[in-house]
Structure formats: C-alpha cells, structure tokens
C-alpha cells in the first residue's frame, strides 16, 4: 500500500523559514517523480513544485521561484523536501505531496497523494 506522509508544517512569521517533508512508502520511490502542491481554504489546489526521479529536473510555479527548493532522497531514506523561505502570508495552506511516474504541474496527472501538512504564515 501506498504511503506517502507529510511534516514539517506549522506556525511561522512572514519572512521565517519552513522545512517540508514527505516520506514515502509502498512504491519504487526512486522511478517516481514527486510533487508538492497547496490548497488554501475555498480555493484551488495548486501546484506548488515538483522534481523529476533522479532529481535533474525541478520545476516551479513563479509565485514560489526564488523562495522555495525541493529536494529528495533516493536512498535508504525515501524522503522528498520542500525548504520554504521567506514565508509570505499568502503561502499559508495544506501543503500535499504527491507521487507519480514522470514531472508534472497538473493535479490530476499525480497518481498518489499524502494528507496534508498545514502550513500557518502571520502577518
């Protein structure tokens, strides 16, 4: 069974710092591209970043570009990243992961998805 478990979120001042993680279990973790997306109350999830399975290729949305890198561990610590700086009021929102086989920003391209973390940014 497919497993992936988000942590890290929180309460942070605007400008602070956050570290998301993502362990994953029940997939090859290594041969899937991983994705972080966000969801604020009434509105859309959106993508957020994602990072191909060696880990050559990463994409942003320009919102977070400058701010935020993803990162992962193929080894015998299947864990992808989400390094947050300077946090603005607006990044507030459950931050999911998400799993599948190749890099994209579409939601409903991603074959597994995490709970969520909360992430709270005051002003």
Do not use: H
């Amino acid at each position: 069974q497919v497993q992936l478990v988000e942590s890290g979120g929180g309460l942070v001042q605007a400008g602070g710092s956050l570290r998301l993680s993502c362990a994953a279990s029940g997939l090859a973790f290594s041969r899937y591209a991983m994705g972080w997306f966000r969801q604020a109350p009434g509105k859309a999830r959106e993508f957020v970043a994602t990072i191909s399975w060696a880990g050559g290729t990463t994409m942003y949305a320009d919102s977070v570009k400058g701010r935020f890198t993803i990162s992962r561990v193929n080894a015998q610590n299947t864990v992808v990243y989400l390094q947050m700086n300077s946090l603005k009021p607006e990044d507030a929102a459950v931050y999911y992961c998400a799993a599948k086989r190749a890099v994209a920003t579409q939601a409903s391209e991603y074959d597994y998805w995490g709970q969520g973390t909360q992430v709270t940014v005051s002003s």
